[in-house]
């Protein structure tokens, strides 16, 4: 076990947002819990999705948080948690594949103390009680360096869900008041998560609020030019404002390989065929220490940049 600093975010979800988007360096600890509720509402994408991915309207414009995966709704009454990881197994004894499910551990156990229900994880990004989502939960994670965060957007009193998600697999997201049959505090659920957490480290330090961190307007892009479904939910590829082809979506990835990935495509012929992008998506994101979470092949991220770049050409 390793060393803990913890600290409690406050302030509007941009803040948090902005926190999570930085994620990296644990200031002289194994891991920094940074834990806390937004004092607003807001949507928070996940870090390699576009806006467009959410539809016209009330959502063209969103947060943007540091791990993968799906869509946000957070607020007063949502618990937001960034274990930023020096290593993967800072804390637990933990390969970077399974990043989420050693460390989704002291959450549910945590929040099965605090709302008096079992809460429960079954290998997705999503944990469940009475088997419905209550908590959407992502990975970040650096090849090259092997650091990762841990997030987690608890639902506690602020519904999660901003649309229906093939990876809920029907199943309608609720708060943990819902599930609970009462009122919960958000303060007191923070507290139980930082003492599960504590349980797992050698030491611990309670750090104040680190200074504010840069806050953007949010993002507004459009939607991918070919899009895939895979088990955690759209992979997308398209031109950014730039003019450069990006590969995202709801995807957990190591943010590196997926940039390498970037890179190599850049430096492909016009011409290139299925298989030398194929070859390209393999290198990048096949080797070198990087993981890929919720995908099962990755075919589908090849099949949507042969999409895309096809569509350039027309």
């Known amino acids: 076990m390793g060393s803990l600093a913890i600290e409690r ?3 509007a979800a941009a803040v948090f947002a902005a926190r999570s988007r930085g994620w990296g360096p644990t200031r002289g600890a194994d891991a920094l819990l940074a834990i806390g509720s937004p004092s607003d509402e807001a949507v928070v994408l996940g870090a390699f999705q576009r806006a467009g ?3 016209e309207g009330a959502y063209a414009r969103a947060l943007r948080r540091g791990s993968g995966g799906g869509a946000a709704r957070v607020g007063p009454g949502t618990v937001w948690l960034q274990l930023s990881l020096a290593r993967p197994d800072a804390l637990i004894a933990c390969t ?36 419905r989502p209550v908590a959407l939960v992502g990975l970040g994670h650096e090849a090259t360096t092997n650091r990762a965060l841990f997030e987690a957007v608890v639902a506690v ?11 809920f697999l029907g199943k309608v997201p609720a708060t943990l008041d ?9 303060q007191r659920v923070v507290e139980v998560v930082v003492d599960a957490y504590r349980t797992s480290a050698s030491a611990h330090v309670d750090r104040p609020s680190g200074e504010a961190p840069s806050i953007d307007e949010g993002t507004c892009e459009v939607a991918w030019s070919a899009t895939r479904e895979e088990a955690i939910g759209t992979i997308g590829a398209g031109l950014d404002a730039s003019g450069r082809l990006r590969v995202g979506g ?21 011409d290139a065929s299925e298989d030398d992008i194929g070859r390209a998506v ?14 099962r092949s990755l075919a589908s991220i090849r099949d949507a940049i042969v999409e895309a770049r096809g569509r350039l050409e027309g």
């Open 250 to 270: 709801e995807l957990m990835v190591s943010r590196d390989a997926l940039a390498r990935l970037e890179a190599l495509l850049a430096a492909l012929p016009a």
């Open 53 to 55: 991915e959410l539809g």
């Open 96 to 131: 970077p594949d399974k990043l989420l499910n050693r460390y989704v551990r002291p959450l549910l156990r945590a929040l099965t103390r605090a709302a008096g229900v079992p809460v429960s994880y079954f290998g997705r990004d999503w944990i469940s009680a009475a088997h």
């Open 178 to 186: 819902e599930i609970a049959g009462r009122a919960l505090d958000p």
């Open 9 to 11: 975010l406050e302030g």
């Open 282 to 295: 393999d290198e990048a994101l096949g080797s070198g220490g990087a993981i890929t979470f919720g995908v």
């Open 157 to 167: 009193s602020t519904p999660l869900s901003v649309s229906d998600r093939p990876s």
